[in-house]
Every structure is written in C-alpha cells, then in structure tokens.
C-alpha cells in the first residue's frame, strides 16, 4: 500500500505491522499479555475456543481471544460474516486422505491468503488461533521426523464463510504456514512446531532471521542486487556473519559494537557525521528504529528532524539496552510519500525502492520444495524433453513386455537415485506400463490387473456382464453384449451370438479409427479383413494402440444419444463427474462430428449418466484416478461403449477448464501422488460450448484457404472462437483422426450453437458433404 499523506507527528510512536495488529512491543513491561483489546465492530463472545485435551494458562488463553476477536474484526470490516461455532458437532472426515493447509499466526497478516484458500479448497484451508490447538506426533516409518495434526481450527470456505470446527479424530497436516513472533510467547512455540515435521512448511526460524533483518536485506540488495535503498547508519551488536566485513554499500553504513554501554562518543560522532552528509540528499526527517527478526513489524518507531542531533543522539543509546546479539538500531532517511502521476503531469520523484519478501514452500531440512517431472518416452528429441527436470529416453512401444519394461524402469528410477512421489499417464498405451511401475516402486495406482480390464475392450464388457451386484445398480447394466475377434473364424461365430446390425473396432484402438458399423455377416468379413491387412503394426497408424496388437472385437450397436463422462475418483469415492453430448456421427464409421458442453439433458438424465460410469469403473476395479467413460443414452437408461482408463481426449481438459474451472490434469498428477484434490462437489459451468471437429478428407479446400491455421489462430486470440488442433499435417487417408475442434462460446447452449453454425458456414465448414446443422441437431 503507498500513501499519499506526509509523514507527521502522529507517526512518531510505536507501530505495528498491521492497523489492527496491535501485538506486543518490545519494551512494553514484558508482561506476555496481548493489549486490551479494542477492534471494531461486535460479535458472539461465547463460543468454544477450548481444546479439548490441551487446556491453556491464563496468557495463551489471553491471546487466544485476542486473534479471535480480531479476526471477527477484520471479517467484519470486509464485509464477511461472522464465524460460526459448530464446534460441539466434531467434524469427522477422512483422515489422512483431506488436502490440509494449517496456517498458525495473525487473522490480520494471513487473512487474504486464507479467504482465497476458502475459494480454491473449501473446508481444508485451517487457522489456528493458539498453539494448543495443533499436536505434533513421532511420524511412523521416520525416525526424527514428526506429523502435525489439528484438533481445532477455524475452517475457511467459498463466500467468505467462516467455521470454528473441532476435529475427531485430528486431521494432519499436509502443509503448515507460521507467524515466527518474538522469542516467548506464540513465536517460539510456532517456530517449534515447525521444526522437522514430514510436511511442507512455509517458514522457519532460520528462514525468518534471515528474511526479516532489515539491514541485512538492504546490505544484499545495495551490494548485490544494484538496488537503492535508503540511506542508512546502522550500529550493529556482534553482527551475524553476512554483515561482517565486506565491501563498502553506497548509501550504508556499518558500524560494529562489541558492548553497549560506554558507546556515547562514538555514536555522537556518527550520528552527527551522518546528519550532514550528502548521502542523505534531500531528506528532511530520520527515523530511529530497531532491526532485527524479533522486532519484525513491532519496532518502537521515532521521527526527528535531521537538524537535531541530541534527540537523534539519545533514543540511538536508549535503543542500544535492549539489543540483543546480531540486532542493530537504525537511523535513516524518511522517504518522501509517494506522488502518484496524472495525466499530463510530469513523472514524479524520487525513484522509490521497493523490498519484495517471497517465501516459497519448504520441506524438512529448510530445502526449497518444487514439484519436479519424471518424464519417460521413445523418443530421444521429444519436445517436452528440455522442460522437465529428468528425461529418460526408452522405448515404450513394445507393450506386449510391459512387465520386463517396468522392472527395467524401475531400476533406471533407483540408479538415478529418483524419489518419486507418483506416476501417470495419459497416452492410452502406456497406462498399464503406469501401473506396473507404480506397483514396482511401491507408487500409488490402480492394480495393473483393473488397467488391463479396462484397456481390451471386449474384457471390460464381458466382465462387467457378469457383474450383477451387490452393491447396486450393478455393473451389468450397463454392459454391451459383444465378441473378441483374432481370427477369420472368430468372425463367423460372432455374428452368431451378437445381434447384428453392429459394430467392430480394434480391442485397443483410439479415436474411433477402424470403427464401423455392419449389417451382416459379410460386411464383418469384409470389414476384418480390411483391418487386418492395413493396420497391423503401430508404424501403420501410430498412436491408436496396435503397438497391443490389431486384435479386433464384435459388439451390439446401440441406438440412442452419444455422451462423455469425465469422472475423478479418489480412494472409490466420486469428487466430480462432467457430462458432455456428442452429435450424431457419419455412418458407417464413428468418428466424432460435433459435441457440446454442459450437458442439454434433464438433470435426472445426467444423473443416470453419471451414475452408470461411476459404477463401470468401480465394476473394473478404477478407484483413483481420472477417467473417460463414453456412453450412449437408449430408452431402457445408459450403455456402455467403452472405458478409456485417463482423462477424456481431444478438446476435453481445455473446456473443462474453461467452464468449470477445474484442471483434470492437475487432479490426476494429485490423485497419482496420493492427495485427494479439491474439487467443487457440485461445479457449475460459466456458460456453454459448442464445437464441430474438421476432417482432412472433407475440409481440405477450407482448410488451406478461408479456414487455414493461421486463420483458426487469428480467431482464436480474438476471442472469436475456441480452437483445439489435434494433429500437424494436412494429410488425407482411409482411417483418419480429427484435424482440430473449433467451439464456439454462449451464455446459453442455443446461442452458442447458432454463433458456431454461422462461423461454420463463413469459413467453409458447413456444407452438403459436411452438414453441421445435423450435428448440431442434437443439442438442445
């Protein structure tokens, strides 16, 4: 914050670090007390602030009630409500398995940051008011190490709502944030807690007395970072060693004591030499203050005119008794407050120099903690290669080994000396490789068994055939009768037991490619011999699983409506599931023409979507993990199509994003390490989109003229529409994959539609080969 008013006599007492801050001053009497407390506003003085099992003494219990009420304080003067005791009613949860982010300090120091914990993580953003409401255990399997558990806090949600919750049994800590205080009191028992605990913490003691010396700050900056700081006498008292020696910093001067008493000369003489020299420019005024971590923020502030000298004289020797090691009192220049330009009017001065403080996560050991990638693939040029922290080139195409490849993995991941904390992919043919190294490394992940049922398509339907439960609604529900074809003769029999028409497709393909429709049985000859000629091998059509072989399955086609379910699923349990409609496709073969998101059906549709792909993927034994589950919707409820075992595929993430807010690669790199994800239990889109895919063998012209990517991209940066290119090359062939996506936005589902099909007809999209008017007819 900058203020535009001149410094005056007002200034010319002890401060805090906040406006309602008004924590203890060093010099104050010592009692350990907090100051009366005066915040505005009222509030509800009954309410639980006892933890049960940790009673506190009549201080701690003081300062408790001092931060409750100012906390109620400051919500009341952002216009929150008040925070509501459910403290009688123990929240349970599930321990263990809850993002929790404990922040033990000031309401006032921390209170933005806990409002939009409340926003992105509800329930799990905590503030602790004492010490006594947090426990800190022996971590099992860690000897020196310690687990932080909480058994009160005030729990921060969406809206600015507030809750003062009693936990049972206590919840642990997944990251802790400190307020380091003076050396008694709350300070050091935070500073305690914090130490050699398993989870991330955003401070230490170490780390604050480095962060909060001021003089040290300004001697790193004026030496090292070029920065102007103001000028600056400092008479430091047995001095850490980084302000010890030295070159010289403009602008700063050191002046070491081995004692405090007998110093008046020298001070004299330094006080006076620094009054009138040129360093000080044009300042008018000096401030007197002490430096040093404990004073952070409390330092007894005193404002003198730099013509003074005996007053500037006499409060440096009266702060000099109460110095400690490594602490200092300062004298410097007031800066003159800020002029904010206007229009017109000439810049304004000085230049101002600003202390920028930034405290990243840290681990046990103080070590800075960054979320480093562990990225495996065949090839060695790999894009992606230069932008992670470890590449380790090896070739994953030959899935048939997958269970050689992963133990040969896993011993690359311990010869490099590797710590991992989780492994994923999304790439259909390596999601079963995933799980036999995460079963290697002792990772956590689905069993390799459940990603293999859910990877052979025809394996998945059978077995969820003979699903029919308990628990209900079973699995076999929703299952599709069907066949698995390796051989000529396969086909005959299966056109026997499958009703025809239906539909045939590769056990292991992506992309619909090789997906059609059959009347009879000749067209299922015909259809496999094609098949098994042409795509044999993954150099044949790279990137849609005949690296698994072209084994090929029968399946009964299902009238109805086409629909995605894109769930994320932790420990068994359901945290979010999005609903998306596919338009009618070009039949005989399946490739996607159009779809639209949220969902055009009745809620109780949705539901039953919903529910049916929860239930096939716990029917396969998926209980962690982000999942694409594609469905048709008949007159007898949902069918299943088929499982893909991670995220939905093409343009999915990016709308999800954009409409929910919510990141499916972010939760399926945190289910993969074992954290649960905070996700809205009910997300709500911000409006609608609707898309139509562009086909190389139709949109050739458009595509390299009134529709090229530079005319996409165009439209794209200018909001016009929302483009997803899916492949590189403009080149035409039997079994293709969409060339790109292009959706357009509305604030409802019909206005999106007929903004895409009027873009769709200027472009040269829409035609009589390609009639985006049927694909769109669905949605609705």
Known sequence: MLSLDALGPEWDCPLGSKDLEEEEVPGSGGSGLPPPSCFPGSWRHDVGLDCKGSPEGAEARAWTVHYYSLLQSCLQQAGLPETQDRSQVPRTGCPGAEATLCVLGSPSTFLSVLLEGGVQSPGNMLLCLSPAWLTKVPAPGQPGESTLLVSKAVSFHSGGLTFLDDFVPPRRATYFLAGLGLGPGPGREAAELARDLTCPTGASAELARLLEDRLLT?????????????????????PPALLRGGDASPGLRLVELNGKEGQEALVKEEVGTFLHSEALGDALQVAVKLSGWRWR??????????????????TVLALLEKLEEEESVLVEAVCPPARLPFPGSPSPGPELALRICAVVCRTQGDRPLLSKVHLVDSDPNHFASQLVQTFIHFNVTEHQRDEENARVLAELVRARGLQLDGCFSYWDDCLVLTALLCQELGLPSNPPSAMHLAKQKS????????????????????????????????VDR????????????????????????????SQCHEHFSRISRDLQVEADHPGIGLGWGNAMLLMEFIEGTEHDVDLVLFGGQLLA??????????????????????????PEQEAQLVQAAFRCCLGCGLLDGVFNVELKLTGAGPRLIEINPRMGGFYLRDWILELYGVDLLL????????????????????????????????????????????????????????????????VPGEYEEPYCSVACAGPSLAEARLRLLGLCQGLGIDGPHYPVAYFLSHFK
């Open 459 to 490: 394996r998945t339907q059978l077995h969820l055939l003979s699903r029919h439960g308990p628990p209900w609604p079973a699995p076999s529900l929703y299952a599709v009768p069907c066949c698995p074809l390796e051989s000529e003769a396969d």
């Open 494 to 521: 299966a056109a026997r037991q499958v009703p025809l028409p239906g539909v045939m497709k590769l056990e292991f393909g992506a992309g619909a490619v090789g997906v059609r429709l059959v009347e009879d049985a």
């Open 667 to 730: 939760a399926a790199a945190m289910v993969a390490c074992g954290l649960r994800p905070a996700l809205p239990a009910r997300p709500r889109a911000r409006g609608h989109l609707v898309g139509v895919m562009c086909l190389v063998s139709q949109h050739l012209q458009a595509l390299r003229s009134t529709a090229s990517r530079e005319t996409l991209k165009a439209l794209h940066d200018q909001g016009v529409l929302r483009l997803n290119l899916l492949e590189e090359a403009l």
């Open 297 to 314: 923020g409390r330092q007894a502030l005193r404002l003198y005119p730099r013509a003074e000298l005996g007053p500037v004289v006499d």
């Open 218 to 238: 300004r001697r790193l900056l004026a030496q090292q970072g070029d920065v102007a700081v103001p000028a600056t006498l400092a008479f430091t008292y047995k």
């Open 577 to 602: 599931a999005f609903v998306s409609d596919n338009g009618p496709t070009r039949l005989p073969g399946f490739t996607e023409t159009a779809a639209c998101m949220p969902t055009g059906l009745a």
